[in-house]
């Protein structure tokens, strides 16, 4: 059941713009990341996009190992495309042209966890 948040600082009052952005967006080509030699060591389950302000967040939930995950998602059409197109609505400029750049804007933008829980983890008691 874990999650990651990756946090972006954008221009404020582009609500409606990213809407229509991650609205768009075309499918994650595929939720299976694989190690260098093919092996599944994570698995993408959802994700999901918050905006206020002048800060976006985007929920990925997971499993497996998340090491990878970053590595895996450089590679994916689907985020290059909304990459592209949220550039004129970031504050920051950053480089995620590349495997290495995604890596460091990924890795720089991840917010701190402080806790997690799930009925699994805390069930409810009747």
């Known amino acids: 059941m874990p999650y990651a948040m990756i946090t972006f600082r954008i221009k404020p009052g582009h609500e409606e713009e990213l809407a229509e952005v991650f609205g768009a967006a075309p499918a994650l080509e595929s939720p299976v990341v694989t190690d260098e030699n093919g092996e599944e060591t994570a698995r993408l389950l959802g994700t999901a996009v918050f905006v206020k302000d002048d800060v976006l967040v985007r929920l990925i939930h997971f499993e497996g190992d998340f090491a990878g995950i970053a590595r895996h998602l450089a590679g994916q059409r689907h985020v290059h495309v909304i990459e592209d197109r949220i550039v004129p609505f970031l504050a920051d400029a950053r ?12 890795r720089n933008s991840m917010m701190r966890c402080l806790t997690q829980s799930s009925s699994e983890t805390h069930p409810t008691r009747l």
Request: glycine share 8%; net charge negative; no cysteine.
């Open 95 to 106: 480089d995620t042209a590349t495997s290495d750049g995604f890596a460091a804007f990924f």
